[in-house]
């Protein structure tokens, strides 16, 4: 987990006003290899091991790692859409597309790529690659993310908390999207871009979040 992201994680129990305070047990080039992220609020600990930070209020044991697949003309697809190829900047990745992001973080290296999901994509956080195991989406600070990818397949409620990630500016990457998830894409004060079969591409307007800063 890239050392940085601290300052965007959330405590999942508190939501997305409370931040996490990190302690360091290992670091190697910027990236936390083992550690505690704790909440100052409701005093939870939660676990980085083996660079991969693991928010889950009820954490699985026993087998979870899936090994990695790479789509990589998926990861394309995501790094075009986002606008950010050749920028600094973090990248959201929901559950669904966390298999890309390896091939994302390799195409867009200034990227930093933080995939959220309940299971471990992949054995360890790679350079790149912050791997946060969260149920929750997303245990991320609201209206701070220059790009978010999902497929949301029809969930309403995962296009909503993707959209209130995004800052002003920034871009919703959408897959595998109906026309509920469109809708809910303007309900949530973005603006579509580009929308083509199940692809769409949508952006907050820069002065749509007044009073932010
Ligand atoms: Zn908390």
């Known amino acids: 987990m890239f050392y940085e992201l601290t300052d965007l994680l959330t405590c999942p129990r508190c939501g997305p006003a409370h931040g996490l305070v990190l302690l360091v047990q290992e670091v190697d080039d910027r990236r936390v290899q083992r550690g505690w992220l704790g909440c100052p609020d409701c005093r939870t600990d939660y676990p980085v091991t083996d ?3 693991d928010l889950r209020l009820h ?3 026993g087998p979870q790692a899936r090994p990695p697949h790479q789509d990589e003309e998926l ?3 995501i790094v075009a859409l986002s606008g950010l ?3 600094r900047g973090y990248l959201l990745l929901d559950e669904r597309l966390a298999h890309t992001a390896h091939a994302v973080a390799e195409l867009a290296p200034a990227l930093e790529v933080i995939s959220v999901s309940p299971a471990a994509e992949g054995s360890r956080g790679e350079r790149g690659v912050s791997r946060v195991l969260s149920e929750l989406r997303f245990p991320l600070v609201e209206y701070r993310l220059p790009a978010v990818a999902i497929a949301p397949g029809g969930d309403r409620e995962l296009v909503a908390a ?3 990630r995004i800052a002003p500016g920034g871009r919703l990457l959408l897959f595998d ?3 509920e998830d469109l809708e809910e894409v ?3 004060g ?3 871009l580009a929308a083509e079969r199940r692809t769409a591409v949508a952006e907050r307007e820069l002065e749509s979040v007044a009073g932010l800063g």
């Open 177 to 179: 999207a109906g026309d």
């Open 162 to 164: 993707a959209a209130r």
């Open 75 to 77: 990861a394309l697809q």
């Open 51 to 53: 660079g991969v930070a």
């Open 85 to 87: 190829a050749e920028e």
């Open 59 to 61: 954490p699985q044991t």
């Open 190 to 192: 973005l603006v579509i």
């Open 186 to 188: 303007e309900a949530s």
